[in-house]
């Protein structure tokens, strides 16, 4: 949440693959903040050529939608590092460790399954547009392939930090749910 | 069997009741076919339906052919200024060897055609008509197409592109001089309220689009040849009644317009011919370096009388 | 299957899988998938990836973190601060004073911000430990600040209304002008209740803290004269015919970044790079839930449980207020367990249609919906500004805050009833600037 003085970060201990991974991910966050912030820039020199210069905008809304659609997607990984995506913590809570351990197992294996799921089918749609030389039906025309490619490297690199999430739970680098104990 | 057809249109819009006499007439004709309508956007966004229709995984659509333009570039024929003159023209053209080269690269893409049809639209002006060259310099105009962005930005104007549901704010507010879309659109969303001229398409109009029945071309042929007969049989009379419906939009708009006291202004004869001389400067030109075969396909749909 | 029952399937399978603790995004997906590959074929999986893109592709989405960013980029600087003295030199004077210059604050700043949480945290990083100091009790300084904050997402600009807008194509134009004077309506309640109850409570010593003199109380105002240059320019980008509304909350992020900027002297890499942090954050969780619930109201379709639903309502006749309670009730209960932006995109292509069948209007709809989801953020088990007062004030005990936010919740069921009553307080303002229209 915006104005938060601390954050949480999953924890990586000294393993160097969770190390790997979370540089990895960091990485992904600093793209998807200069993705939003791009796309900022683009939306202001459009209203300023549209409205002082009374010209013409042809690329501007195309490239902030497919700027913004890659910023959510590369954006993943990094909100799921920094424990960003909300959840329903109130069965977790209420189970013993043991159990909690358990669920925490369950549900990260069942989340990489789903994320491994969208990035094969996803890998798959881009393939096509990229196979079938597909086009945006605008002026500008951008060849889709390069918006696509959001989905296989935004839920690949997910699928990553899922993984790493799921070790250091295995590994106990990290308390299940990221929850104190009670 | 059930079949699922996907369309963008509300429940009185023209399209959905071409699709809804094909799935009566098949449901009628008893041979066990079901076509499931799933209208108004609630299964796959306007632009999303072409690849699923092709893949298989939806059965039938109606929309306008030029949004898959961007796969099979020959589609922007269909969305190109004044190539079609008035809808009896329209329904020579879809009986064409155009039309047929066209259902060509549909089949390439696992597509066949069961209704034909086209739509015509006009301009609307905030502040004057819009119906020569002349008037278009230094215009923030909102376009419905490529082909007419390519031929508006010819002529002068500034090209500001938006859904056609934005037109009414973008007219309000003055972020937008003109636009350019279909008569039904200009209706639906109450543009009459914020502009003070209007030109209807009439003897003469720039802007037809065609918009079929789709179905894919698998699915079809997996039907009995009972169930495709009743296919084909409801297609037909769907097909008679998108017509004349198309027609009459044309009037309900001009007739709308002018009872909200909005001046209408219809093309003149020298004006479309300048208009489309500059089409063939701009936007044919544009059509035949990005599409292969391209001059063939558009020698073909400017053959047809 | 009969749609119905399939609905009600996937109704409880959706709990046991969001209570699971997975996150609500991933969640959906889960849902989704399960039940589009049981009943629609494996090959409906295919295209959930382009599904997911394609609820993305959509340019008033923009508008979402841009909003967000406004919000986080003032609230790292000393700007909610200045706001907030300038209102308590003011306001000191008055039976609960201080609450009642957090609340002002809180509405002020929902002006600038899209966002609840980021509401919540740029007031109540100062104002919680400002009223627990001079002696307010625990849970009215986090209540009346938790409650507060909700006002970010009716006050415009707001990230729901943005996504009500797109998923029932109403005017986000008009959408953000419903919630004005409602959002107004709700400040008076909720200090109208602090008065009274500081007043009740006979706790007139912590009133006194201090005094200030007229030059004390007129040299702070130049210090918020940013935050009305930002809303007036907003306003006037908005409704003067210079953007629209998605393309507004760009000049509005880059306004308020300048703002800090140069004003606020935020020029530091690493505090430009917490405001950034900090929005993407927010953003990609919103818009990732936006995404994965696009997916789900996909499977929802496809399996005509939509569809059904709509029938079946249309063919019950009941009174049209005791449908509005029903809906009341079933809003509030999502409310309790999920984020707003999902519990809109789930229910609004079911709703919408009942809703207008019933000869509701769907953008003072919009504004009810609203304050079922600001109830939402202050209730648990998922409640955003919960979190938020959580971070700022660790001591204080989950149960203390939700004491506190109590009366504020009841204060929010009552505008909720004078939402009804006089559904003009909602459509007044947008039909009074935009004219009849869309
Ligand atoms: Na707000
Ligand atoms: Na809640």
């Not at chain 1, 329903?88 to 789903?114: C, E, F, W």
């Not at chain 2, 064409?96 to 209704?115: G, I, R, T």
């Not at chain 3, 908005?238 to 760009?250: D, F, V």
Request: proline letters at 5%.
């Amino acid at each position: 949440m915006s104005g938060q003085t601390t954050v949480a970060v999953a924890p990586v201990g000294n393993n160097p693959f969770l190390r790997a991974v979370a540089a990895l991910s960091t990485l992904a966050g600093w793209c998807s903040a200069a993705m939003i912030v791009i796309a900022v820039g683009i939306t202001c020199q459009m209203i300023f050529i549209r409205f002082v210069l009374n010209g013409s905008t042809v690329w501007q809304t195309e490239a902030v939608i497919y700027l913004m659609i890659a910023a959510t997607l590369v954006g993943l990984p990094y909100v799921q590092r920094l424990r960003g995506h909300v959840n329903v913590d109130l069965i977790p809570l209420a189970l013993p460790m043991g159990a909690r351990r358990a669920l925490a197992i369950l549900t990260l294996t069942v989340s990489s399954a789903i994320v491994a799921m969208m990035l094969w089918y996803g890998y798959e749609y881009w393939h096509f547009a990229w196979d079938r030389g597909w086009r945006s039906d605008t002026v500008w025309g951008v060849r889709l392939w390069i918006p696509y490619l959001a989905l296989p490297v935004g839920f690949g690199l997910l699928l990553l930090q899922l993984l790493a999430d799921l070790l250091a739970v295995i590994l106990k680098i990290d308390r299940p749910f990221g929850l104190e104990e009670h | 069997t059930e079949l699922r057809l996907s369309h963008q249109w509300s429940n009185n819009d023209v399209r959905h009741k071409v699709a809804q006499i094909v799935a009566d007439e098949a449901a009628a004709a008893n041979v066990d076919l079901e076509i499931k309508i799933f209208g108004g956007k609630s299964l796959f966004k306007p632009r999303e339906q072409y690849n699923p229709l092709s893949r298989g995984q939806l059965d039938m659509t109606v929309l306008p052919l030029s949004y898959a333009g961007g796969q099979q570039p020959a589609y922007n024929l269909t969305l190109m200024p004044g190539l079609v003159k008035n809808h009896d023209h329209a329904a020579r053209l879809v009986k064409s060897p155009f039309m047929a080269e066209l259902e060509k690269k549909m089949a390439e893409d696992d597509v066949m055609v069961l209704v034909h049809g086209y739509l015509a639209g006009g301009f609307a002006g905030k502040d004057g008509c819009i119906t020569s060259i002349d008037d278009m310099p230094g215009k923030q105009t909102r376009a419905a197409g490529k082909a007419f962005e390519q031929m508006l930005a010819g002529a002068g104007a500034s090209i500001a592109s938006m859904a056609s549901s934005e037109i009414y704010n973008a007219m309000q507010t003055g972020v937008l001089d003109a636009a350019n879309t279909s008569s039904s659109s200009f209706v639906s969303y109450r543009i009459y309220e914020q502009v003070a001229c209007y030109t209807p398409p009439g003897d003469f109009a720039l802007w037809f689009m065609y918009q079929p029945l789709l179905v894919n071309k698998s699915t079809f042929e997996a039907l009995t040849p009972e169930q495709q007969a009743a296919l084909r049989a409801g297609a037909e009379k769907a097909q008679a009644f998108y017509l004349e419906e198309a027609k009459k939009e044309d009037a309900e708009s001009r007739r709308v317009f002018s009872e909200a006291g909005v001046e209408i202004d219809d093309m003149t004869a020298e004006e479309f011919e300048a208009w489309r001389e500059l089409a063939a400067r701009t936007s044919y030109k544009a059509f035949v370096e990005e599409t292969p075969d391209g001059q063939m396909l558009l020698d073909l749909a400017l053959a047809v009388e | 299957m009969d749609p119905l029952l399939l609905g009600a399937l996937v109704a409880i399978f959706t709990i046991l899988v969001l209570f699971s603790g997975v996150s609500v995004a991933i969640g959906l997906l889960i849902v989704s998938a399960g039940f589009l590959m049981v009943f629609d074929g494996m090959r409906s999986l295919e295209l959930m990836p382009e599904i997911f893109f394609g609820k993305l592709d959509n340019f008033a989405l923009l508008s979402i973190p841009m909003f967000i960013i406004m919000g986080s980029s003032i609230a790292s600087t000393r700007a909610s601060a200045d706001l907030y003295e300038a209102l308590e030199r003011w306001l000191t004077r008055v039976p609960g004073g201080l609450v009642i210059s957090n609340l002002g604050a809180c509405a002020l700043f929902a002006a600038m911000s899209g966002s609840s949480p980021a509401t919540c945290a740029a007031i109540g990083k100062m104002g919680i430990p400002e009223m627990r100091k001079r002696g307010y009790p625990d849970g009215v300084a986090a209540g009346s600040i938790a409650a507060g904050g909700t006002l970010g997402i009716l006050i415009p600009p707001s990230v729901t209304m943005i996504v009500y807008g797109i998923a029932t194509e109403t005017s986000i134009g008009r959408l953000f002008l419903a919630g004005v004077i409602p959002g107004l309506m709700l400040v008076g309640l909720f200090m109208a209740w602090s008065m009274y109850s500081t007043w009740r409570s006979g706790n007139l010593a912590v009133i006194s803290a201090r005094t200030y003199s007229w030059t004390e109380k007129f040299e702070v105002l130049p210090r918020v004269l940013p935050f009305l240059a930002i809303i007036v320019g907003v306003l006037y980008a908005l409704y003067g015919g210079i953007a629209t509304p998605s393309e507004t909350a760009a000049i509005g992020a880059l306004l308020c970044l300048l703002i800090a900027m140069i004003i606020y002297k935020l020029w530091n890499p690493r505090d430009l790079w917490v405001v950034l942090r900090d929005s993407t954050r927010e953003s990609v969780m919103i818009l990732f839930i936006i995404a994965a619930a696009g997916v789900f109201s996909y499977m929802l379709s496809s399996l005509f449980i939509t569809q059904a639903i709509a029938e079946w309502i249309g063919t019950l006749d009941v009174n049209r207020w005791v449908l509005m309670a029903c809906v009341n009730v079933f809003l509030l209960i999502a409310g309790f367990f999920l984020p707003p932006v999902a519990v809109i995109l789930m229910a609004a292509p079911i709703l919408l249609p009942i809703i207008t069948t019933a000869g509701f209007d769907p953008i003072w709809f919009a504004v009810v919906l609203t304050i079922n989801m600001e109830i939402g953020l202050i209730s648990p088990p998922v409640g955003l500004n919960l979190y938020v007062i959580n971070g700022i004030a660790p001591d204080i005990s989950l149960k203390t805050i939700l004491y506190g936010s109590l009366p504020f919740v009841a204060c929010m069921v009552l505008a909720i009833v004078l939402l009804c009553l006089f559904p003009g307080l909602a459509t007044w303002l947008p039909d009074a600037v935009m004219g009849p229209g869309f």
